[in-house]
């Protein structure tokens, strides 16, 4: 992690510890338009912040209110930065993901990451977010004309269940590019194709995967 990621870290652990929301956010917006930090920077901050604090409420050290406050802070910074994604994102190279996550899981503050650095890598983005139907996200991207979709699960039960809805997915759509992600992955990938394993350090590169 550079120096300025590790000063906005210090910087949004003591403004979330005091409770002012505001300050964070704005700490976070600041660095990304002063040029200390790049967005994907600022997303893989607070994606370690997220796993500490997880890690810390886990191991009984943090309420669970104080993880909850600590992920609405995140979302909150990650929802604001949407202008500032607008702003440098590169001309539309002609490619199109639809990003979900399958019915009962819930947690899309990191597919909502994915999303952003996607659009920093030129593509046309669609999220349609959590819990949604395998014939929904059939029909939407059919509609929207998408080359790739990416699906996320945040724990083992739901990795498991993932399985059966992206063979489903891949059979109504043979042609269509699948990548899975999320923290289920970065404990286990068992079954898992490689390629299909989604590295957000990868998104620039990957539409030279769609054919």
């Known amino acids: ?43 893989d901050t607070l994606c370690a912040l997220m796993v500490d604090v997880g890690a810390s409420w886990q191991a009984g050290e943090t309420e669970v209110w104080e993880e909850h406050y600590t992920t609405a802070t995140v979302r909150t910074i990650v929802e604001a930065s949407e202008p500032l ?29 994915a999303a952003d650095r996607f659009a920093l890598a030129g593509w046309t983005v669609h999220l349609l977010g959590a819990n949604v139907p395998a014939d929904e996200l059939i029909t939407a991207v059919r509609e929207l004309a998408a080359d790739a979709i990416v699906l996320s699960a945040s724990t083992h039960f739901h990795r498991l269940g993932l399985r059966p809805y992206v063979d489903e997915i891949a059979a109504a759509l043979p042609d269509v590019r ?34």
Do not use: C, K, N
């Open 1 to 43: 992690m550079s120096e300025a990621a590790d000063t906005l870290r210090t910087t949004l652990e003591m403004h979330i510890a005091a409770h002012d929301r505001f300050a964070a956010v704005t700490a976070a917006l600041d660095a990304v338009r002063t040029g200390a930090i790049t967005i994907p920077g600022l997303y």
């Open 85 to 113: 994604v607008a702003e440098r994102a590169p001309a539309p190279i002609g490619r199109t993901v639809v990003l979900a996550t399958p019915p009962d899981e819930y947690h899309d503050l990191g597919l909502r990451m």
């Open 178 to 211: 699948i990548w899975v992600g999320g923290a289920a992955f970065t404990i286990e990938a068992d079954g898992w194709a490689r390629d299909m394993l989604l590295d957000p350090a990868s998104i620039p590169s990957l539409a030279e995967q769609v054919g």
